[in-house]
């Protein structure tokens, strides 16, 4: 599995529009490039990370040749970014991320 990170500054007022870009975007990466989707997040020092999964490397390269999946979407998250800041790829070594919080109750 391939984690990929992206972390941008937003233009002040513009995040709504670029909130609505990257969902469009992520929706059709997932339908039409093979992605397994995406969070948004705004962090702390105000800048806004996003955290893409991916199946593998393969699929995703495949994905970033194939160039954008939505302009429309490309241009709102255009609009609404000041800056992208980075990129970057996580590997994953072990996973205890679970879909429900712990319940005493159920052990």
Same mark, same amino acid.
């Given at each position: 599995?391939?984690?990929?990170? =992206?972390?941008? !500054?937003?233009? &002040?007022? +513009?995040?709504?529009?670029? !909130?609505?870009?990257? !969902? ?14 995406? +969070? ?6 105000? $800048?806004?990370?996003? =955290?893409?999964?991916?199946?593998? &490397?393969?699929?995703? !390269? ?5 160039? $954008?999946? %939505? ?19 996580? =590997? ?9 919080? =712990? %319940?005493?109750?159920?052990?």
């Amino acid at each position: 599995m391939l984690i990929v990170m =992206y972390r941008w !500054r937003l233009k &002040e007022g +513009r995040e709504a529009i670029f !909130r609505q870009g990257w !969902r469009e975007m992520t929706e059709s990466i997932y339908k039409l490039r093979g992605s397994l989707g995406s +969070r948004l997040h705004q962090a702390a020092d105000g $800048t806004w990370v996003a =955290y893409a999964q991916w199946p593998d &490397e393969q699929i995703w !390269r495949k994905a970033r040749e194939a160039g $954008t999946a %939505n302009e429309a979407a490309a241009r709102k998250m255009q609009e609404g970014s000041a800056e992208l800041l980075s990129e970057e790829h996580l =590997y994953l070594v072990d996973d205890l991320i679970r879909a429900e919080p =712990y %319940n005493k109750e159920d052990s």
